[in-house]
């Protein structure tokens, strides 16, 4: 039987991310609220539970709490946070509400000893997020790290085998964090961390074929990395039941359209539908500047297009999307203020009838995805393709959108790309393009004036795409990129290269 690890979810903004981390050191990892009942898990045979944080108090009586005898299942726990301070108050220690002293953000930590801590040296830095803190240890526990101001960082029972951190090994900030987890998985739950990504890839094939049966599926495939690799996924469990159609909105870069259809077509055995209707867009598009409306008009018409089409094709059980983690964590709850309408390509039409909606990627980060997808095959072009807005060139062709201009903003960046990847540094740079403005200037080619468009170049480095800096590229790089656009682009006579950092700028720019 595989081995695994339950984090259980109190509600902390980093629950995905634990389960990354547990990933990464190759030991299988699932989520399950804190609400699962305890006979549920007694049943998988976790070889250790992890508690995740929560932004509760553990005496709000509308707090999350376990069944204390989860402590008493002889499987390991690990309690990170919020989950530390459940573990003390669930096994009769105290925890302080009432603190003076809260901690945020990076806090040094002495390690005092413990089995957990083994691979921390004496001094390090950690992250902490918390108001709460750990008073008295319950019975049977020593404290194996102490901060400035918190007379707990870190405790355990070896004997019982609970272990608790008030810091947060599962972000970048915490020094040694990944050594936390290789001490509780390998040394604590005796974990031999032999899962792989082929084994989440065998696993959904076989569990799709079972609950399909002879069910049909609907995707949208845009030939972005997401909607590609569901599609090769679900190929492969159902074959000739999964139709995709790729609504082709005359947006794409040079020759994209094409070549994701020809990519798809030889390598995976599934129904491919390309509706070109880039007219119908372009017309759409016509006489609109605004950006907030480009992106509306389009991702409406998209829906209207993709709704169209399979009314076409009769009836279809399920509508698969492409949806990863980091879409679930931005369309969350969260009130915060609308900056751009993202448009994904998938999103849910509304007149066409499904059973359900189908999500195999859902719980998955962007660089799992990618594994999957060199695991099914997916082509690398497509794997590490950069990300590519929904509403396509249509948000970095400023102002009005004409034909003109999108041939000249299409040539402008197929050459920014090759010289990237000439350089070599396409893997290095996360995001990269051109944007054609709505500015002309003068120049002079040959003996006479010029009044051309105005290129702008934009490439950047992130984790995340929530911040982003600017990619220092070499200026032998940039200097080759402009002269051969000026040169090989009619209509350009100057390019710019965009030196904003997001925030204050976003990527893209509209
Ligand atoms: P911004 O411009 O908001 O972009 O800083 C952050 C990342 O999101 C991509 N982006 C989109 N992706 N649909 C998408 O699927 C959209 O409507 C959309 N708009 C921006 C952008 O390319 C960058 O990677």
Redesign the pocket.
């Known amino acids: 039987m595989r081995e695994k690890i339950l984090v259980l979810d109190f509600g902390g903004q980093y629950n995905q991310l634990i389960a990354r981390r547990v990933r990464d050191l190759c030991v299988y990892a699932e989520i399950k609220s804190f609400k699962t009942p305890i006979a549920e898990i007694k049943e998988q045979n976790y070889k250790g539970i992890i508690f995740t944080g929560g932004p509760n108090s553990v005496y709000d009586p509308k707090s999350p709490s376990y069944d204390p005898e989860i402590l008493n299942l002889g499987v390991p726990v690990l309690g990170i946070c919020y989950g530390a301070q459940l573990m003390a108050h669930l096994a009769g220690g105290k925890v302080n509400a009432n603190a003076g002293a809260s901690e945020y953000g990076k806090i040094e930590l002495h390690k005092k000893g413990g089995l957990l801590l083994k691979g921390f040296p004496e001094n390090s830095v950690c992250w902490m997020s918390h108001r709460d803190y750990i008073e008295n240890v319950p019975h049977g526990f020593e404290v194996t790290a102490v901060t400035a101001d918190c007379p707990c960082a870190a405790m355990e029972n070896r004997e019982k085998r609970l272990f608790a951190v008030q810091f947060h090994p599962e972000v970048n900030h915490t020094e040694y964090g990944t050594e936390i987890f290789k001490s509780f998985l390998f040394d604590v739950c005796g974990c031999k961390g032999d899962w792989i990504m082929s084994d989440f890839v065998e696993e959904s094939i076989k569990n799709y074929r079972e609950m399909l049966g002879d069910k049909k599926v609907l995707c949208a495939l845009s030939g972005?990395v997401d909607s590609s690799v569901c599609a090769a996924l679900m190929s492969k469990a159902i074959g000739k039941n999964l139709t995709c159609i790729f609504v082709d909105h005359g947006l794409m870069r040079k020759n994209e359209g094409d070549m994701v259809e020809k990519e798809f077509a030889s390598a995976f055995d599934f129904n491919l539908i390309r509706v070109n209707c880039e007219s119908r867009f372009l017309s759409k598009l016509s006489g609109v500047s605004d950006p907030e409306r480009k992106?509306k008009i389009i991702?409406e018409e998209f829906i209207r297009v993709f709704e169209e089409e399979s009314k076409k094709l009769g009836r279809m059980d399920y509508l698969m999307q492409g949806t990863i983690y980091p879409d679930v964590i931005e369309s969350g709850t969260g009130d915060a203020a609308v900056?751009?309408?993202?448009?994904?390509?998938g999103g849910l039409p509304e007149n066409v009838d499904f059973d359900g909606i189908i999500e195999p990627l859902r719980n998955l980060f962007k660089d799992e995805v990618r594994k999957v997808g060199l695991e099914l095959g997916v082509p690398e072009f497509l794997v590490y393709r950069?990300?590519?807005?929904?509403?396509g060139l249509a948000?970095r062709c400023l102002g009005e959108i004409t034909n003109d201009k999108l041939e000249i903003l299409r040539n402008a960046d197929a050459i920014f790309r090759e010289e990237i990847a000439a350089a070599g540094l396409d893997k290095s740079i996360?995001?990269y393009f051109a944007v054609i403005t709505d500015t002309k200037s003068v120049g002079v080619m040959g003996d006479s004036r010029t009044y051309d468009h105005l290129i702008a170049l934009r490439a950047v480095t992130t984790d995340d795409?929530?911040t982003?800096d600017w990619a220092k590229i070499p200026f032998e790089v940039l200097a080759k990129a402009s002269s051969r656009i000026t040169n090989e682009v009619k209509g350009v006579n100057r390019v710019v290269y965009d030196i904003t950092q997001?925030p204050p700028?976003?990527?893209?720019?509209e």
Do not use: D, L, Y
């Open positions: 972005g992106r991702g900056i751009k309408s993202h448009h994904n390509v950069q990300p590519f807005p929904g509403p948000v996360n995001q795409f929530m982003c997001k700028a976003t990527v893209e720019w």
